[in-house]
T-cell receptor
Framework: AQTVTQSQPEMSVQEAETVTLSCTYD???????LFWYKQPPSRQMILVIR??????QNATENRFSVNFQKAAKSFSLKISDSQLGDTAMYFC?????????FGSGTKLNVKP | DAGVIQSPRHEVTEMGQEVTLRCKPI?????LFWYRQTMMRGLELLIY????????DSGMPEDRFSAKMPNASFSTLKIQPSEPRDSAVYFC??????????FGEGSRLTVL
């Protein structure tokens, strides 16, 4: 069975500061992907960043980067220079055999 | 691409009525997923299709729920009869093999 755990229901950060969102997962499969999705108040789910399990190098997309620790089954998201538009729910997702398993989400509030 | 298109965006109905949610996936995507999002249970996978064929419907709550994909550009999720506990946001999403998951804007269902 696959599980995804996000242990931080809600976080706050000041604009321009850095914040890290945690995610741990569990799977017995060796071939999988990990994604972070963002869901702003508009409700639209938007891909933030993806990581293939076979790649050791951590993925980076502009202000967003991940810390992928495969042995620890950890996949945290770091947001640098936080902006007001980053306010949203963030979901960690594990993809195994074409199925997406989502965590419960972390609500991020960026304060001016 | 126009993105994943869902209708209706909002639906309010009375208990016992039939509800049909519709989805048009992105052209060329061969996987289609139906998710349900609630505060209590987060994002739950209901069913997914590959090349119009249902692959895994283990997430469908009960026989009141049914989903079809008669062709590559259209899918429906039907609830008959609806109950108040079915109130949720229903997302349709599509992807190519190995690609990211693209979500529609969701259909918010309220069953009174």
């Amino acid at each position: 069975a696959q599980t995804v755990t996000q242990s931080q229901p809600e976080m706050s950060v000041q604009e321009a500061e850095t914040v890290t969102l945690s995610c741990t997962y569990d799977t017995s499969e060796s071939n999988y992907y990990l994604f972070w999705y963002k869901q702003p108040p508009s409700r639209q789910m938007i891909l933030v960043i993806r990581q293939e399990a076979y790649k050791q190098q951590n993925a980076t997309e502009n202000r967003f980067s991940v810390n992928f620790q495969k042995a620890a089954k950890s996949f945290s998201l770091k947001i640098s220079d936080s902006q007001l538009g980053d306010t949203a729910m963030y979901f960690c997702a594990l993809i195994v055999f074409n199925k997406f398993y989502f965590g419960s989400g972390t609500k991020l509030n960026v304060k001016p | 691409d126009a993105g994943v298109i869902q209708s209706p965006r909002h639906e309010v109905t009375e208990m016992g009525q039939e509800v049909t949610l519709r989805c048009k996936p992105i052209s060329g995507h061969d996987y289609l997923f139906w998710y349900r999002q609630t505060m209590m249970r987060g994002l739950e996978l209901l069913i997914y299709f590959n090349n119009n064929v249902p692959i895994d419907d283990s997430g469908m709550p009960e026989d009141r729920f049914s989903a079809k994909m008669p062709n590559a550009s259209f899918s429906t999720l039907k609830i008959q009869p609806s109950e108040p506990r079915d109130s949720a946001v229903y997302f349709c999403a599509s992807r190519r093999q190995g690609g990211e998951l693209f979500f529609g804007e969701g259909s918010r269902l309220t069953v009174l």
